[in-house]
């Protein structure tokens, strides 16, 4: 099994900064995809970011400019370095990644179990 845990989140004040990482544990061969989303009661998870295997990322369009994806691979981390913070940013953000277990296996995809940020003067 792949475990995803992310960490980092606290309460922010509005136009403060936060990263969150998100850490891969377990059988893995190799990790595609990494994904940052997030939610809030009542509505759909959005995703944030996300960032291939060969390090191209991508941002929602709320985020664009204030937020960057990177990660580690020799450490199997991603991070989510997030700026400028607004209270809308406020939501659970939950990591989510495609692993392969071994060479030989499929792709899966796995998510952590969340992380709160708050954004609150």
């Known amino acids: 099994q792949v475990q995803l845990v992310e960490s980092g989140g606290c309460l922010v004040q509005p136009g403060g900064s936060l990263r969150l990482s998100c850490t891969a544990s377990?059988?893995?061969?190799?990790?595609?995809?990494m994904r940052w989303y997030r939610q809030v009661p009542g509505k759909q998870r959005e995703l944030v970011a996300s960032?291939?295997?060969?390090?191209?990322?991508n941002y929602a369009d709320s985020v664009k400019g204030r937020c960057t994806i990177s990660k580690d691979n020799a450490k199997k981390t991603a991070y989510l370095q997030m700026t400028n913070l607004k209270p809308e940013d406020t939501a659970v953000y939950y990591c989510?990644?495609?692993?392969?277990?071994?060479?030989?296996?499929?792709?899966?995809?796995?998510w952590g179990q969340g992380t709160q940020v708050t954004v609150s003067s």
């Open positions: 989510n990644a495609d692993a392969r277990r071994t060479v030989i296996s499929s792709t899966y995809n796995y």
């Open positions: 960032i291939t295997l060969e390090g191209s990322t």
């Open positions: 377990g059988s893995i061969f190799n990790i595609y995809t």
